[in-house]
């Protein structure tokens, strides 16, 4: 069993699932096996499921849906709203507004087949639109019912404390790998200060920290990686020369370059909550294996000196996607 974390007050697995995987982005996936993805999570106790309405426009709430319909009660259910359409590269087109609020929750609910969503997330900030009338809308769904508690994704401190100040804010969920830590320098202070629960995604690198670097030179034509910066040219050159160096680092403590991913992150805060994505039961037990594997401080320090922060080549996304985060 993985064991559990608290965030902002709502309890869920130290490690959760990103089921984003099992309906978009990188390349083609089974809905039966997804479903036993997701069994077999609850079973290792990773009961964190985390979608959102634009994943496969609304497929993956209803994938997610039928996996969990006879076992509600097991499930710590995250999805969020805000995007209305994915241009790429990270580019999206969003509505943060009131009216979109109540619309998307209750599209929501109904994909899901649930009555209540336990963590509900802005997925991106529109900054021309205040966020305090988007979180005041947000939290009217509480004292409905719908939501029990409220999340923000990708947004900066500022806005963090301002979203705060209207509503308590549980979660933010941000980018937040061993490769990508620009929030350490960013929004996570405030959220540490404010006692709202981290919840990172992609926290190995979108794959990069998995050992595969094989699959990471030869990308499929449709893979979402392959208009990212990290994973192009010279940059995807340097950036696997470190993945090589977790490699080794693994191989020396007897685990995966993945749990030293999310072991590394686990360590770094007890109210963090990495939500890795996969749709294979063995990576899935992989992933989970990671809460097992307790780093001393030593480690964390070799850890550090492979891959300092600062030292990836490329950014996150593309210029214009860059827009999108941090605001």
Known sequence: MVGKRTLGGLEVSALGLGCMGMSATYGPADDTESVGVIHRALELGVNFLDTSDIYGQGHNEELVGRAIADRRDQVVLATKFGIRRVVGGGV????????????????????????????????????????????????????AGKVRFLGLSEVNGDTLRKAHAVHPIAALQSEYSLFNRDLENGALPVARELGVGVVPYSPVGRGMLTGDLDLLRNLPADDFRRGLPQFQGENLGRNIALAERVTGLAKTLGVTPVQVALSWLLAQDEHIAPIPGTKRVKYLEENAGAASVTLTAGQLAEIDKAVPAGSVSGSRYTPEGMRAVNR
């Open 92 to 143: 999206v087109e969003t509505d943060n507004t009131p009216e979109y609020v109540r619309a998307a929750i209750d599209r929501s609910l109904k994909r899901l087949g649930v009555d209540t969503i336990d963590l509900y997330y802005l997925h991106r900030r529109d900054p021309d639109f205040p966020i305090e009338d988007t979180v005041g809308a947000m939290a009217e769904l509480v004292s």
